[in-house]
């Protein structure tokens, strides 16, 4: 197991002090639910958020609040720290429960908060300097393609509906279903005089996406 996280150390160029840090920044409740990575996720995403706004602003010192805000929810979402994390295979080092002597597949949701508490435990282990080079080296080309605003679709509809009806869309939660680890939400939209269109996600935030998407394709017929 050592053997494995020196091979992560030298991939992300850090050595660290303190290697239960790391061990812990890789281990998921179902494997260890005393010394498992939530505290460092939780240390890790505030970090993270911190050192991209800073960056934003280094970055685009013109531009206002509101497109700093969505450039920000672009790059820190769960989704961008899933591909970073699978830029380093990050996914290789994590500790899950076994079942039944098996390995389970380890969810990409599992993946994302992981990379989270690595940042976290660099924090802990080396301080905010080397945290923000690490940050900064594996985001820098996410950073450069927020250039391009990303407009994601709750705020299209959003602002389709208040230009058409002068009326926000109205979001239902129809359904909250599956096990608390694993949550499914159906989630349903729509807009003055029209139908309701659902959608399902993984969190209650995912699934209003998703019926939005489909909301704005549907337009287009």
């Known amino acids: 197991m050592d053997s494995n996280f020196l091979k992560l150390q030298k991939k992300i160029n850090i050595r660290f002090n303190d290697l239960n840090l790391l061990k812990k920044s ?21 970090i993270l958020g911190l050192v991209i706004s800073e960056k934003l602003l280094e970055i685009y010192p013109e531009e206002n609040e509101g497109s700093l805000d969505k450039k ?20 290789n080092y994590i500790s899950v429960a076994k079942k039944k ?32 080079r690490f940050i900064i080296k594996l985001w820098k080309d996410h950073l450069k393609a927020s250039k391009i605003t990303y407009i994601d679709a709750k705020t299209k509809l959003q602002e389709y509906s208040l230009k058409k009806f002068k009326k926000l869309p109205i979001y239902k939660l129809i359904e909250n279903s599956g096990p608390r680890h694993k949550p499914i939400f159906n989630v349903a939209v729509r807009l003055e005089n029209s139908k309701f269109i659902n959608a399902k996600g993984n969190s209650k935030k995912d699934a209003e996406q998703k019926a939005a998407t489909l909301f704005m394709k549907s337009l287009e017929k």
């Open 26 to 46: 890789l281990t998921h409740k179902s494997f260890d639910s005393i010394n498992s990575y939530e505290k460092l996720e939780f240390l890790g995403d505030r």
């Open 72 to 91: 920000l929810a672009s790059l820190v979402n769960k989704n961008k720290c899933l591909e970073i994390a699978k830029s380093i295979s990050l996914e």
């Open 101 to 132: 002597g098996k390995e389970i597949k380890i969810e990409d949701k599992i993946i994302s908060d992981a990379c989270e508490a690595l940042i976290g435990a660099i924090y802990l282990d080396k301080g905010l300097l080397e945290t923000k």
